[in-house]
Each structure stands twice: as C-alpha cells, then as structure tokens.
C-alpha cells in the first residue's frame, strides 16, 4: 500500500498534485492499494474547503484512492485522524513505558528553545511526563537528526500527539509498503524511523520503501498553500504534465 496523505490546512498547489500523482503511479506500477489518508490533526488550521479541495484535486486529476474516505461527510464519520486518537494514545504510553529514556519532559517555550538550548535544563531535570503543559520530546543528542529537527516533539503541549509520532502510527496501522514524499520531508523520515524503533515496530527502512522526490518548482518560486482556492486547476499545467513531471521522480530506481 502506498499512500497519499495532504493536511486539510490550506488549498493544494501544483506541487501537491504531482506529489498524489507520483504515489498513483507507484500504486500502479508495483500492484498497490491507494490510501487516502487526510491528516487533520492541526484543527486550528482545518477548514471544510480544505477539506473539499482534496477530493475536488483528486477527480480533476483521475485518481481514485482504493482505500480511505469517498467524501467529506464519509471522511468525518470514519476517517478523520480524532478516530485514530485511542491508537496514538496508545503509542505515546508506550513510549513512556519502554523508551523513557529517550523521551523527556519540556515546558521551554519557542523562544526559551530559539538557540537550542532548554532554558528549564529539561535533559536533566528530569521533569514528570504526567505535569501538566509539557511537550513530550524525543532526545535527539548524538543523532544526525540533532542538526535538523532536534529535539522533536511527540505529544504537544495541549496533550494531543505531533506529526512525527501520528504519521509513524498511521503507516504502519494502515501497513503502508511505498511511499513517495518531497525531500523536504527527508528529516522527517529519519524522525519516524527513530520513532518506529523506540515504539518495537520493525525497522521502518524495512517495512516502507520511500521516494524523497524534489519540490516542484514553478519559474523559480517554490509553491505554498496560500495560492488560493483552484489554486492546482489554474495553475497552467495540465493532468498529463502533472503525471510527467511525477513519472521522472518515480523513474530513478
Ligand atoms: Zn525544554
């Protein structure tokens, strides 16, 4: 199974739809399902347009998703990431039980952090996971990632699981095989990787194959989400060089 999997936070861009089209190829190309899979989490940034746009993308481009939501009323009822959260609850006693050592607790503001450092001396503190209003982090020292994302956060502090930690449940609940995603996402992969492992799942390198294909670029601007609404429709490429543009990132090994 491979998967695509946009956050309902803003309209898709050209760069996200060559990114679902390069996952409908490998789907294609290696005989995989297609998980839809919509990553709401971030409720303060949802809106049902967002939400919308995603399955509007999807049929402009002819994608049909063989797993995951047909609409936005069957997404809420069933799909929704709030209907996972036992899973990522779960996920994060885990980690408390089995890997307290790599996990600790961190009340540093963004600008207590700013140069890295934890103006509440969290490594040693050795603060309870169970204080109210503390990040969970995952101890990054004497990793590559320390350099990228370090310290990254696995429960936030309003208690509700991070990207990292509910991206790595989700694939391996959903038993995602492939997976193409932008090498913006690279760090990211290796934090999931960390996160696998201190969960006892088996190696993620061995379960997932990923494709870290470059960002879509357009005369030069890298895209973002703010383009607007039709943002993929008018955007002057077509379903075909959308899918052409997706081929050459698959094609490499
Ligand atoms: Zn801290």
Redesign the pocket.
């Known amino acids: 199974m491979t998967r695509i999997a946009p956050t309902p936070s803003g309209y898709l861009h050209l760069g996200n739809a060559a990114n679902f089209a390069a996952n409908a190829l490998l789907a294609r190309r290696w005989g995989l399902d297609l998980l839809l899979r919509i990553d709401d989490l971030d409720r303060a940034r949802f809106r049902p347009e967002y939400l919308q746009d995603i399955f509007d993308v999807l049929e402009w481009l002819g994608i049909a998703p063989t797993v995951g939501p047909r609409d936005p009323a069957d997404f809420a009822a069933h799909w929704s990431q709030e209907r996972r959260m036992p899973l990522y609850v779960a996920a994060l006693e885990t980690l408390r039980s089995r890997a307290r050592a790599h996990v600790f607790a961190?009340?540093?503001s963004r600008t207590?952090?700013a140069d890295g450092v934890?103006?509440?001396d969290?490594l040693n503190a050795n603060i309870s996971l169970s204080e109210a209003g503390v990040a969970w982090r995952i101890n990054t020292r004497g990793t590559p990632l320390h350099a990228s994302i370090p310290d990254f956060v696995v429960r936030k502090k309003n208690g509700r699981p991070s990207y990292q930690l509910a991206c790595t449940v989700d694939d391996r609940h959903f038993g995602v095989t492939a997976c193409a995603r932008g090498e913006d996402l690279r760090d990211s992969t290796a934090a999931q990787a960390m996160v696998s492992d201190l969960l006892g799942y088996p190696k993620l390198a061995e379960r997932i194959r990923f494709i870290h294909h470059p960002l879509l670029t357009v005369g030069g601007e890298k895209l973002s989400k703010s383009q607007g609404a039709a943002g993929v429709r008018d955007g002057g490429m077509s379903q075909e060089e959308i899918f052409a543009i997706a081929e050459g990132w698959i094609a490499t090994p």
């Open positions: 961190c009340p540093c207590e952090l934890h103006a509440h969290c």
